[in-house]
């Protein structure tokens, strides 16, 4: 009976809730800084991302009165608004931290110095007094206001084109694009006739490389990253672009050679021996046959790479420096996470500047990935 058609067993459905708990997992927190990037900063402190559309309604931050006194009827006055145009409607509102809820919209209240005070729903105020207030310490007020959903593009605008000295996101982002492609692109160039030599071409010591090339997978980047450096200023390449260029290639060589050689292996050896009966040479079976038939797996090692590339910064602060002209992505938002901690709007909309890319690239080129992934596990 466990085995009737249309019934599925227990372990499917584990998987099914299990990948799609995987995916909420990933999903709900790129949502959450997707929209935290248009908010205003107020609304990011008073509240999450999922009552972004609702009406927030919070205690304001202490707002101290200002305004020109004028006198109406022999009475001294000062007019004026808590808040410009921000859309909000007070509730309650107090002048004392420790009751900061003591009237409601619209009352008035006598200070403890004799003045009258009245706070409307919109945010105008009136201080009245029989005596002048030119020399008095204006009265702080405490709001409770709910305000609509607020949604701005100054956030981009700030990241993007006004940035702070030293933390412009526009020139870092270039900066990564300029690293990553080719550092992206050499590796594969130079792993896929790596890979086709060790998977096709008999010669000595052939597996003795098979076996160096695993062997380098468990190198620790971190214990090349001197001597690979000194190295660098031996033969007069320094810091740059060729320098983290070839780092990125040196690292990343070994994972690509290994995975393009297990798939290439796989490969129908009849083709390539009816190509070779044919008459073709080794190059023209690599990038007429080879080449079209790996393209999963290239693809899958692009991803990877390209991924690595971008979001690293050990390696770009090495091999090309700290300067602005020379910071990567990464070490921007790490910049900014220094010094404007507190500024999360501005944080958010830097975050998803750098995510926006590899989300990108991933979408496009998932197919392959999966492909790639796959590809030699059903015979």
Do not use: C
Not at 1 to 9: H, L, R, T, V, Y
Not at 146 to 169: C, E, H, M, R, W
Not at 225 to 252: D, R, S
Not at 325 to 346: F, Y
């Amino acid at each position: 009976m466990d085995n009737i058609a249309g019934s599925k067993p227990a372990l499917v459905w584990a998987v099914h809730l299990s990948a799609a708990l995987l995916v909420a997992l990933w999903v709900f927190p790129t949502l959450g800084l997707f929209i935290s990037s248009f908010r205003t900063a107020d609304q990011i402190a008073s509240s999450g991302w999922w009552r972004s559309l609702s009406t927030q309604e919070a205690q304001m931050p202490a707002i101290r009165l200002k305004g020109e006194e004028v006198q109406r009827d022999g009475v001294y006055v000062i007019d004026g608004t808590l808040f410009d145009g921000a859309g909000a409607t007070i509730s309650r509102w107090g002048f004392n931290s420790k009751d900061p809820e003591a009237y409601a919209a619209g009352e008035t209240a006598a200070l403890p110095t004799g003045e009258a005070l009245t706070v409307t729903e919109t945010g105008a105020f009136t201080l009245s007094s029989t005596q002048t207030m030119a020399d008095l310490r204006m009265p702080r007020v405490f709001a409770t206001a709910s305000t609509p959903p607020q949604f701005t593009l100054n956030n981009y605008d700030t990241v993007l084109f006004k940035p702070a000295p030293g933390q412009s996101v526009g020139k870092a982002f270039l900066n990564t694009l300029t690293v990553s492609i080719p550092a992206t692109i050499i590796p594969i160039l130079i792993a896929a006739f790596a890979a086709y030599a060790l998977a096709w071409m008999e010669f000595p010591g052939r597996a003795l490389l098979v076996a160096a090339v695993v062997g380098l997978l468990v190198v620790p980047l971190q214990l090349a990253l001197i001597p690979l450096l000194q190295f660098h200023n031996m033969i007069g390449i320094g810091k740059g672009y060729l320098g983290v260029w070839l780092a990125h290639t040196g690292f990343g060589l070994p994972l690509a050679i290994y995975l393009l050689r297990n798939y290439m292996a796989g490969l129908p050896r009849d083709i390539i021996e009816n190509a070779k009966v044919d008459g073709a040479t080794d190059f023209q079976i690599f990038t007429k046959i080879i080449l079209p038939l790996s393209f999963p797996a290239l693809a899958s090692f692009a991803i990877f790479q390209f991924l690595w590339t971008w979001n690293d910064l050990l390696v770009a602060m090495v091999f090309l420096g700290t300067t602005e002209d020379q910071m990567v992505l990464t070490g921007t938002l790490l910049n900014l996470m220094g010094s404007r901690g507190g500024d999360w709007e501005i944080l958010s909309a830097s975050a998803f500047i750098s995510i926006a890319v590899p989300l990108a690239v991933f979408f496009a080129m998932q197919k392959y990935l999966v492909r790639g992934l796959l590809a030699g596990s059903v015979k």
